[in-house]
Structure formats: structure tokens, C-alpha cells
């Protein structure tokens, strides 16, 4: 039984092998699909593809079967039946899979078999084959340019003949081959050999073979790189210094390039035969170095080695031969003392030559009545407190290991005090974000003596004891520089361009920042202090971190307490010390709410802190006082103007209220009347001719008359003008013959002027007064009779001279039908007197005169 087994086991073996290989390689059970001419076309041929179904592999009634045939998943062709032909063009380059499906009555498909075509190009001929052999011991491998690629499995056969008809042969399947190692070693015993290379692309499109290559073992051997790079300085300076390597014994020819560390430029040497070492004697103190060597093993056959490992050395140090760039600032800090702060800048890496371990600095007075002040620092500043008396002069040197650099000296001067030497129009404007452009102009009548110019900069508020300084030399013929070298965004910098002439100095200065944004907080105001009319206030500066720039102008806002009116405010510009601004617009006894910002370039700060304040300053006197001369000053010029003044005049006249006249006094009980009871001639002086003479007159003179008392009726006189001076010749103008002079009626009312025989007596006569415009037969001018026993106020009292003037008769006769036209624009009624008028003939006395009220006339 179990041999039986066994024999079965030998004989189903076999036959499950023999079905799993048909399984696997019967891929198409249902037909087949076959491609002509080739799976394998170049490109831009056609190729024609069948499908096919086997007996019984097709829908239950062949009638409905339908072959359809599938290119990459696009249905390309569609037939009825058994067999289906198609042919395709324009196939692309690379693989396409070709599909062949079987449907009934369009419900599911069925795949029937499948075909991949190969579409690409022959092979092109490799170029610029070339070997190589690394080392005396390393092996052959050789590189090539393939050409294009043919989208097909291409076979590249490298093959390498020497002599005595030595043959190796090496290939690769690869289809990006380009190169291969034939794993031989050409001896070096036999270094003239011709040695002949060749590779061959093979596709199922073509091949293609490249040139033969022809070499020689010193041709395509390549040393390996120099191994065990080392340095030696001779009497430890860099001046010279010995470098050695190893290389291979063959080799020739050496090459070796060094550069400093912060450089990207190599300096090569070649040395031949130079047998592992070579005396470098170029190379610079305290500097750190990059060193690689390369070998050949020919002077012009082969190929140079790669490059060996880099060596890194530092050159040891040299004493220092260049000299500081010093530079100093001054500051007075009372009436005896001053500030002297030394700044100078590092020593190049070539002019140092070594670590700088300290410098020594030495300030002296010239005079000789200071002792001289020396020490030593690690910093680059340096600052001492001097006498403001003597000549400074300073010192400064740099020391290392090695040694110590020359002194540079300077004088320590005034760095402003040459006004003629002053660069003009000094400007700073940003360029950029991170430069600086400070131009200037060369100074007045100076320019051929200018033998330098230094432009300085520094931080507007710096932190610390000693302000960082910074600076650069311009020649006497440039006018502008750039500045970029530490320069911070949002941070204002002040800049003077100093303009040298031997130890004279003078300097023009200017304000800028790369980049600014608004103030963070406003000024804060600490006190507000009134003085001599005047308000000032004062404020603390903006601290340096939330200014952001530099401010450019202040601004103080006021208010009245509780008002809602818009804030007034001033505006002025920033500048470098003064923390107090005046302002002038306050009213006394008023609050006010102030506060203040501040501005850059890129906007206004929010607002400082609020103060209350309020101005206890009495009324500007002095303002009011030149305000008032002014306007009498104006009034005075007005009333020049003859026609104004007249007219005003009147105004004022007719303006003028009954109070404004004063009590007239009773003659008879004045002390005058009783020292002087006899007087012969009275003068009344007539101020002007009367209302309408006023109109015309300038400057009117007064009227003489003189009075004499009727004794009995009166009588007619001949009307006459009276005799007047020439300076009255204007008024003597207005009378004409027409004029008369009346005496007043016997029956006078009671309370009239009488005599001291008991007569009564018609005392005062009208003296009519012709205007300028008045014609020879036209009635006098309306006149006013006033009562007897009264006597007119300012303009019209009896003067006491009347004994002093000539007696004129002029007699006058009045018109009942004319009463006096007198127009009155004033609120209160109008009392003021006319002159009495008077008639010619006896004395009169004011003890003779009785007056009384109630008879006035208006």
C-alpha cells in the first residue's frame, strides 16, 4: 500500500509541475491577439493588430458575439463576429498595451487576450569615451556619453585590447549605462603600451559602436591624492614656512592652492619634482589658512590627482605695523574742567598681525604745566577729566605678543571753532533700509585749504558713560558719503561733517534715522511756570526706546477746562537741548487743560501727560495803553480833515443832554461886580459866527461889539460890519450892508434888563450873521431874542474886557415869521444858550444884569 502511494506520488509530480506551467504561460484561454510586423517597431511605423476567439469560447449564440479592441483604454475598433483586424499608426515612444474584449448583447465584457508593442530608436554612438585608472594599484573603468535614449532595452558592451592580443570584454544591461569598471589593473612595468578601448549599444532596432580610444598607462592613470599634509613656520614667523606631503613615487608634478580663511580666491603654485615639500613664503601673520595639494605623474601625459584633504594652520603672530585711526570728542563739564573722550577704531587682520592684547594711551599738555596722563586699555575709548587750560595732545598704540604698532598723534582742538572752516548745507537722508547719505558743501573761501573731511555719527540719546562714536575720512574733494556701517532701524543718529585745515577744525551737523515709525508716548510736562506775562512750560525728553526715530517737531495742545470746542495747539521744531517752549495765547484767570506730543517722519505720538493751569496775570496795562494812543492817534488824523471836524461838531452839539449845562451864577452878588461897578466899554468875544457860521469857519475868532445902553426909545442906526482886525477878515466877509442891528422894543416883558434910573432898557441887540451862501436883499439869519435878565452859557458870557473895544453901532432888524431852525437829534432837551445880542450905546455892568429861568428860550 505504501508502495503504491509512493508510485502515485512519482506520477502526479510531474503532471501538477506540467499544469501550472500551462496555467502560466496559457495567458489568453478565450483567443488570441497577434502583432504584425514586430512587438517591437521604430517610431513612426504601423503596426496591424487581429484578435481571434477559439472554438467554443464565444457568446452561447455566436451571432451576437462582438470583439472590441482597447489601445491604453481607449476604445479603438469594434466588430461583429469571431475575428477582428485593425490597424494603428503614430504610436508614441515606450510601451502601449494593446486589449481585446468579448461582449453579448453589450452586457458584460470579457477579456479575450492582451499585447504590449515596443516603439523606439536605434542606438546612437557613444562619444567621448575616456578610461581612467586610479592609483599604480587601482583598476580600469572607463566613462562614455551614451546619446539619446531609445526607449528599449539597449545592451552597452565595453571591450579594452592590449598588446600581445589581450582581450577584456564587459557588458550592461542598464539603460542609463554610461560607464563601467572592467575590474583590471594595467601594470605600470610597461608604461608605453597602446592600449585600444572601445563600447557598443545593441537594441532590437539596431547598434551602434563608438570611436576607438587609444591611451598609454601614463595616459589614463591618476594618482591618488596627496595623503599627510603638514607645515612648519622657520623661526616662527610666517615669512616662511615649509610644507611636506606624501604622494606616490611616479608622480612628477605637484600643484598647491591656499587662500585665508575669510577669502574665496585661491592662490595656486606648481612644483615639480618637488619630492613631498615646498617653502611657502607669501603667506600673512596671525592668519588663519587653507592649504590642499594635487599630484600628476607626468609633466603632460595624464591627468592631475582630486585634491587632497584641506590642512587648516594659523601663521603665528608679527609685530603690528599699521597705525590707529584715532578720534576724540570734548565736552565742557563746569568753568575749570573739560572732558576729553579718545575713540579709535580695531587694526585690520594684516595690520595687527596678531592678537591685540591692550593699547597704551598717552594725553599730555604741550604747555608742559599739566603732568602728562598715561594708561593702558583693553577698549577702544578712553576718557580722562582735564583742566580747560593748555594744549592737549594725545597718543594712542596697539600691542601684542610681538611688539607694539607706531603712535598716532593727535591735537586735541576744538573740533567747531573755525567758523570760516564750516562744510555748509549739511544734510542726512535715509536711502534705503539700511543707508545713509550725508552731502555737504566745501566752506566759504576755503575750499584749497580743506585737507580732509570726517563725517561722525552717533546715537542722539546713547546709553553708558562714553557714547559709542563712529566715523570715516573723506578726501577734500568729495561732497557726499555713504553711511551703512552700524546703523540700527528706528534709532536717530546725529552726523557732523568735520572740514580740517592743520590743527584747524570746523563743522556743520544734521539729524537722520534709516527707519522711523511713530513716538510710542508723548512728552511729559512737569511744570508750567508764568513769567513776565508770558507762560513757559517744561518737559521731560522722550526716552530713547519710544522715540523711534527722530523727532521732528513738538506739538503743546490747550484747552479750556470743560470746553468742548476743539484744542488750540502750537507747533515748533525739535531741537537738541532746550526742554521749555513759551506760549503767548492764554487769557488770565482762565483753566486750561494742556499736554503735548511729538512727530517723526512717520507720524504724531499719542499725548503726554495732562496739566491743569491757570494764569493769574492781571490785565496787559501796556497793551490796552497802545491800543488807546493808537486809536487817539486815528481819531487825531480823522479830526485833521476839516469838513469831518466841522460836521462832528455839530453832531456833538446838538447830541448834548440838559444836564451837561451848567448853573449859571447871579452877577449881581459877584465879588467881580462889586470891585469893578464902573466899567466903560465891555468885549464880548464871539467864538464862532453861529451855527452856520461854525459850518464854515476853520478857526473861528470871537465877535467884538461893543454895547452902549439906549437912554430913551430906540433908534434906527445904519447898518455898518464891524470894524475887525485882518485876522478876522473872514467873519468881516459874511456882513453885508443888508445887515441890520434892531433895537429891542420899549415894552420889554418883566424881568428884562433895566437901568439904574429905573428905565428899562432893551440892552442886548441880535447881530444877524450872513453865511457864505447867503445874496445880497435875502433876510439876515434867523437869530434867537432872548429874554432880558439872562445871560448865555459858555459861548455866549459877557466878557469883562467890554471897556477894551472900539463901540460899533450895528443895528439889526429881526423877522418875527423866522424862529430859529435848530434841529435836535438828542434824547434830552437841549438848554444851551446863544449870545446874547447886544446894542450899542452905554456902558453895562453886570451888577445892572437880573436873571431868571423861566423866560429861557429854546
Same mark, same amino acid.
Given at each position: 500500500?505504501?508502495?503504491?502511494?509512493?508510485?502515485?506520488?512519482?506520477?502526479?509530480?510531474?503532471?501538477?509541475?506540467?499544469?501550472?506551467?500551462?496555467?502560466?504561460?496559457?495567458?489568453?484561454?478565450?483567443?488570441?491577439?497577434?502583432?504584425?510586423?514586430?512587438?517591437?517597431?521604430?517610431?513612426?511605423?504601423?503596426?496591424?493588430?487581429?484578435?481571434?476567439?477559439?472554438?467554443?469560447?464565444?457568446?452561447?449564440?455566436?451571432?451576437?458575439?462582438?470583439?472590441?479592441?482597447?489601445?491604453?483604454?481607449?476604445?479603438?475598433?469594434?466588430?461583429?463576429?469571431?475575428?477582428?483586424?485593425?490597424?494603428?499608426?503614430?504610436?508614441?515612444?515606450?510601451?502601449?498595451?494593446?486589449?481585446?474584449?468579448?461582449?453579448?448583447?453589450?452586457?458584460?465584457?470579457?477579456?479575450?487576450?492582451?499585447?504590449?508593442?515596443?516603439?523606439?530608436?536605434?542606438?546612437?554612438?557613444?562619444?567621448?569615451?575616456?578610461?581612467?585608472?586610479?592609483?599604480?594599484?587601482?583598476?580600469?573603468?572607463?566613462?562614455? =556619453?551614451?546619446?539619446?535614449?531609445?526607449?528599449?532595452?539597449?545592451?552597452?558592451?565595453?571591450?579594452?585590447?592590449?598588446?600581445?592580443?589581450?582581450?577584456?570584454?564587459?557588458?550592461?544591461?542598464?539603460?542609463?549605462?554610461?560607464?563601467? =569598471?572592467?575590474?583590471?589593473?594595467?601594470?605600470?612595468?610597461?608604461?608605453?603600451?597602446?592600449?585600444?578601448?572601445?563600447?557598443?549599444?545593441?537594441?532590437?532596432?539596431?547598434?551602434?559602436?563608438?570611436? %576607438?580610444?587609444?591611451?598609454?598607462?601614463?595616459?589614463?592613470?591618476?594618482?591618488?591624492?596627496?595623503?599627510?599634509?603638514?607645515?612648519?613656520?622657520?623661526?616662527?614667523?610666517?615669512?616662511?614656512?615649509?610644507?611636506?606631503?606624501?604622494?606616490?613615487?611616479?608622480?612628477?608634478?605637484?600643484?598647491?592652492?591656499?587662500?585665508?580663511?575669510?577669502?574665496?580666491?585661491?592662490?595656486?603654485?606648481?612644483?615639480?619634482?618637488?619630492?613631498?615639500?615646498?617653502?611657502?613664503?607669501?603667506?600673512?601673520?596671525?592668519?588663519?589658512?587653507?592649504?590642499?595639494?594635487?599630484?600628476?605623474?607626468?609633466?603632460?601625459?595624464?591627468?592631475?590627482?582630486?585634491?587632497?584633504?584641506?590642512?587648516?594652520?594659523?601663521?603665528?603672530?608679527?609685530?603690528?605695523?599699521?597705525?590707529?585711526?584715532?578720534?576724540?570728542?570734548?565736552?565742557?563739564?563746569?568753568?575749570?574742567?573739560?572732558?576729553?573722550?579718545?575713540?579709535?577704531?580695531?587694526?585690520?587682520?594684516?595690520?595687527?598681525?596678531?592678537?591685540?592684547?591692550?593699547?597704551?594711551?598717552?594725553?599730555?599738555?604741550?604747555?608742559?604745566?599739566?603732568?602728562?596722563?598715561?594708561?593702558?586699555?583693553?577698549?577702544?575709548?578712553?576718557?580722562?577729566?582735564?583742566?580747560?587750560?593748555?594744549?592737549?595732545?594725545?597718543?594712542?598704540?596697539?600691542?601684542?605678543?610681538?611688539?607694539?604698532?607706531?603712535?598716532?598723534?593727535?591735537?586735541?582742538?576744538?573740533?567747531?571753532?573755525?567758523?570760516?572752516?564750516?562744510?555748509?548745507?549739511?544734510?542726512?537722508?535715509?536711502?534705503?533700509?539700511?543707508?545713509?547719505?550725508?552731502?555737504?558743501?566745501?566752506?566759504?573761501?576755503?575750499?584749497?585749504?580743506?585737507?580732509?573731511?570726517?563725517?561722525?555719527?552717533?546715537?542722539?540719546?546713547?546709553?553708558?558713560?562714553?557714547?559709542?562714536?563712529?566715523?570715516?575720512?573723506?578726501?577734500?574733494?568729495?561732497?557726499?558719503?555713504?553711511?551703512?556701517?552700524?546703523?540700527?532701524?528706528?534709532?536717530?543718529?546725529?552726523?557732523?561733517?568735520?572740514?580740517?585745515?592743520?590743527?584747524?577744525?570746523?563743522?556743520?551737523?544734521?539729524?537722520?534715522?534709516?527707519?522711523?515709525?511713530?513716538?510710542?508716548?508723548?512728552?511729559?510736562?512737569?511744570?508750567?511756570?508764568?513769567?513776565?506775562?508770558?507762560?513757559?512750560?517744561?518737559?521731560?525728553?522722550?526716552?530713547?526706546?519710544?522715540?523711534?526715530?527722530?523727532?521732528?517737531?513738538?506739538?503743546?495742545?490747550?484747552?479750556?477746562?470743560?470746553?468742548?470746542?476743539?484744542?488750540?495747539?502750537?507747533?515748533?521744531?525739535?531741537?537738541?537741548? %532746550?526742554?521749555?517752549?513759551?506760549? =503767548?495765547?492764554?487769557?488770565?484767570?482762565?483753566?486750561?487743560?494742556?499736554?503735548?506730543?511729538?512727530?517723526?517722519?512717520?507720524?504724531?505720538?499719542?499725548?503726554?501727560?495732562?496739566?491743569?493751569?491757570?494764569?493769574?496775570?492781571?490785565?496787559?496795562?501796556?497793551?490796552?495803553?497802545?491800543?488807546?494812543?493808537?486809536?487817539?492817534?486815528?481819531?487825531?488824523?480823522?479830526?485833521?480833515?476839516?469838513?469831518?471836524?466841522?460836521?462832528?461838531?455839530?453832531?456833538?452839539?446838538?447830541?448834548?443832554?440838559?444836564?451837561?449845562?451848567?448853573?449859571?451864577?447871579?452877577?449881581?452878588?459877584?465879588?467881580?461886580?462889586?470891585?469893578?461897578?464902573?466899567?466903560?466899554?465891555?468885549?464880548?468875544?464871539?467864538?464862532?459866527?453861529?451855527?452856520?457860521?461854525?459850518?464854515?469857519?476853520?478857526?473861528?475868532?470871537?465877535?467884538?461889539?461893543?454895547?452902549?445902553?439906549?437912554?430913551?426909545?430906540?433908534?434906527?442906526?445904519?447898518?455898518?460890519?464891524?470894524?475887525?482886525?485882518?485876522?478876522?477878515?473872514?467873519?468881516?466877509?459874511?456882513?453885508?450892508?443888508?445887515?441890520?442891528?434892531?433895537?429891542?422894543?420899549?415894552?420889554?416883558?418883566?424881568?428884562?434888563?433895566?437901568?439904574?434910573?429905573?428905565?428899562?432898557?432893551?440892552?442886548?441887540?441880535?447881530?444877524?450873521?450872513?453865511?457864505?451862501?447867503?445874496?445880497?436883499?435875502?433876510?439876515?439869519?434867523?437869530?434867537?431874542?432872548?429874554?432880558?435878565?439872562?445871560?448865555?452859557?459858555?459861548?455866549?458870557?459877557?466878557?469883562?474886557?467890554?471897556?477894551?473895544?472900539?463901540?460899533?453901532?450895528?443895528?439889526?432888524?429881526?423877522?418875527?415869521?423866522?424862529? %430859529?431852525?435848530?434841529?435836535?437829534?438828542?434824547?434830552?432837551?437841549?438848554?444851551?444858550?446863544?449870545?446874547?445880542?447886544?446894542?450899542?450905546?452905554?456902558?453895562?455892568?453886570?451888577?445892572?444884569?437880573?436873571?431868571?429861568?423861566?423866560?429861557?428860550?429854546?
Amino acid at each position: 500500500m505504501a508502495s503504491t502511494f509512493g508510485r502515485c506520488s512519482l506520477v502526479l509530480i510531474p503532471l501538477t509541475i506540467w499544469l501550472l506551467v500551462k496555467a502560466s504561460v496559457d495567458v489568453c484561454p478565450r483567443g488570441d491577439l497577434t502583432v504584425r510586423p514586430f512587438l517591437v517597431i521604430p517610431l513612426g511605423s504601423s503596426v496591424n493588430i487581429s484578435c481571434s476567439l477559439k472554438p467554443k469560447q464565444g457568446c452561447s449564440d455566436p451571432n451576437f458575439n462582438q470583439l472590441i479592441l482597447y489601445q491604453a483604454e481607449h476604445r479603438i475598433n469594434t466588430q461583429r463576429g469571431h475575428l477582428l483586424s485593425s490597424q494603428v499608426k503614430g504610436l508614441p515612444l515606450g510601451t502601449t498595451l494593446f486589449i481585446c474584449k468579448l461582449t453579448c448583447n453589450r452586457r458584460e465584457e470579457r477579456q479575450v487576450c492582451g499585447a504590449e508593442v515596443f516603439v523606439g530608436v536605434t542606438p546612437e554612438e557613444p562619444r567621448s569615451l575616456s578610461c581612467m585608472q586610479s592609483g599604480k594599484h587601482g583598476t580600469v573603468a572607463c566613462t562614455w =556619453d551614451r546619446g539619446r535614449n531609445t526607449h528599449l532595452i539597449t545592451v552597452y558592451t565595453l571591450q579594452l585590447n592590449g598588446p600581445r592580443n589581450l582581450t577584456w570584454q564587459k557588458q550592461c544591461n542598464n539603460p542609463n549605462c554610461d560607464h563601467m =569598471d572592467l575590474g583590471i589593473n594595467l601594470a605600470s612595468e610597461a608604461p608605453e603600451f597602446n592600449y585600444t578601448a572601445k563600447v557598443t549599444a545593441t537594441n532590437k532596432l539596431g547598434r551602434a559602436s563608438s570611436l %576607438p580610444s587609444t591611451f598609454t598607462f601614463s595616459d589614463i592613470v591618476r594618482p591618488l591624492p596627496p595623503w599627510d599634509l603638514s607645515i612648519q613656520y622657520v623661526n616662527g614667523t610666517a615669512s616662511k614656512c615649509l610644507l611636506q606631503w606624501r604622494d606616490e613615487e611616479m608622480v612628477q608634478l605637484n600643484r598647491l592652492r591656499y587662500r585665508p580663511h575669510h577669502s574665496r580666491s585661491w592662490n595656486m603654485v606648481n612644483a615639480t619634482n618637488a619630492k613631498g615639500r615646498y617653502d611657502l613664503l607669501d603667506l600673512k601673520p596671525f592668519t588663519g589658512y587653507e592649504i590642499q595639494i594635487s599630484s600628476k605623474l607626468h609633466l603632460y601625459k595624464g591627468s592631475w590627482s582630486n585634491w587632497s584633504k584641506t590642512l587648516q594652520t594659523q601663521t603665528p603672530e608679527e609685530e603690528p605695523t599699521g597705525m590707529l585711526d584715532v578720534w576724540y570728542m570734548k565736552q565742557d563739564i563746569d568753568h575749570k574742567r573739560q572732558q576729553i573722550s579718545l575713540f579709535w577704531k580695531n587694526l585690520s587682520i594684516s595690520e595687527a598681525r596678531g592678537q591685540i592684547l591692550h593699547y597704551e594711551v598717552t594725553l599730555q599738555d604741550e604747555t608742559g604745566e599739566e603732568p602728562p596722563q598715561e594708561s593702558t586699555t583693553k577698549h577702544t575709548s578712553w576718557s580722562t577729566m582735564v583742566p580747560r587750560t593748555g594744549h592737549w595732545a594725545a597718543t594712542v598704540s596697539a600691542v601684542n605678543s610681538k611688539g607694539i604698532s607706531l603712535p598716532t598723534r593727535i591735537s586735541i582742538t576744538d573740533l567747531c571753532g573755525v567758523e570760516w572752516l564750516a562744510p555748509r548745507q549739511v544734510s542726512a537722508h535715509s536711502e534705503g533700509t539700511d543707508t545713509i547719505m550725508v552731502t555737504w558743501e566745501a566752506p566759504d573761501n576755503a575750499t584749497s585749504s580743506v585737507q580732509e573731511y570726517v563725517v561722525e555719527w552717533q546715537e542722539l540719546w546713547p546709553k553708558g558713560d562714553i557714547p559709542t562714536l563712529d566715523w570715516l575720512r573723506s578726501s577734500p574733494y568729495n561732497r557726499s558719503a555713504g553711511i551703512s556701517e552700524s546703523l540700527k532701524p528706528f534709532v536717530c543718529y546725529k552726523f557732523r561733517v568735520h572740514a580740517q585745515a592743520g590743527y584747524q577744525r570746523g563743522c556743520g551737523s544734521s539729524r537722520a534715522d534709516i527707519q522711523s515709525k511713530a513716538p510710542r508716548r508723548g512728552p511729559h510736562i512737569h511744570s508750567i511756570a508764568e513769567e513776565k506775562g508770558h507762560v513757559f512750560i517744561s518737559w521731560d525728553g522722550i526716552p530713547a526706546e519710544d522715540q523711534m526715530g527722530c523727532i521732528l517737531h513738538y506739538r503743546i495742545y490747550w484747552q479750556e477746562q470743560d470746553s468742548r470746542s476743539q484744542p488750540h495747539l502750537q507747533e515748533f521744531p525739535y531741537q537738541d537741548s %532746550p526742554n521749555s517752549h513759551p506760549i =503767548d495765547s492764554l487769557q488770565p484767570q482762565v483753566t486750561y487743560i494742556l499736554w503735548m506730543t511729538a512727530l517723526t517722519a512717520a507720524g504724531e505720538s499719542p499725548q503726554g501727560n495732562k496739566r491743569e493751569f491757570r494764569l493769574q496775570g492781571k490785565v496787559r496795562w501796556i497793551l490796552l495803553v497802545a491800543s488807546g494812543i493808537c486809536i487817539a492817534i486815528l481819531i487825531a488824523g480823522i479830526c485833521s480833515v476839516r469838513r469831518f471836524r466841522q460836521k462832528a461838531f455839530v453832531l456833538l452839539t446838538t447830541l448834548r443832554p440838559q444836564w451837561w449845562s451848567r448853573e449859571i451864577p447871579d452877577p449881581a452878588n459877584s465879588s467881580w461886580a462889586k470891585i469893578h461897578p464902573t466899567v466903560e466899554e465891555t468885549t464880548l468875544l464871539q467864538a464862532t459866527c453861529l451855527l452856520t457860521g461854525w459850518l464854515t469857519c476853520e478857526e473861528p475868532e470871537p465877535l467884538v461889539i461893543n454895547e452902549v445902553l439906549s437912554q430913551a426909545t430906540s433908534t434906527h442906526r445904519h447898518p455898518q460890519c464891524p470894524n475887525l482886525p485882518e485876522k478876522r477878515q473872514e467873519i468881516q466877509n459874511h456882513c453885508t450892508p443888508e445887515d441890520r442891528v434892531y433895537d429891542a422894543p420899549s415894552s420889554a416883558p418883566s424881568g428884562g434888563l433895566t437901568t439904574e434910573a429905573g428905565e428899562l432898557v432893551e440892552l442886548y441887540k441880535m447881530l444877524g450873521c450872513r453865511g457864505p451862501d447867503s445874496k445880497p436883499g435875502d433876510p439876515p439869519s434867523p437869530l434867537t431874542i432872548l429874554p432880558v435878565g439872562y445871560l448865555p452859557t459858555q459861548e455866549g458870557y459877557l466878557p469883562s474886557n467890554i471897556a477894551d473895544h472900539p463901540a460899533q453901532a450895528a443895528p439889526t432888524t429881526d423877522s418875527p415869521e423866522q424862529g %430859529p431852525q435848530h434841529i435836535s437829534l438828542s434824547i434830552f432837551p437841549s438848554i444851551s444858550l446863544h449870545p446874547l445880542p447886544l446894542s450899542y450905546g452905554e456902558k453895562l455892568t453886570l451888577d445892572q444884569l437880573k436873571m431868571r429861568r423861566d423866560s429861557l428860550v429854546l
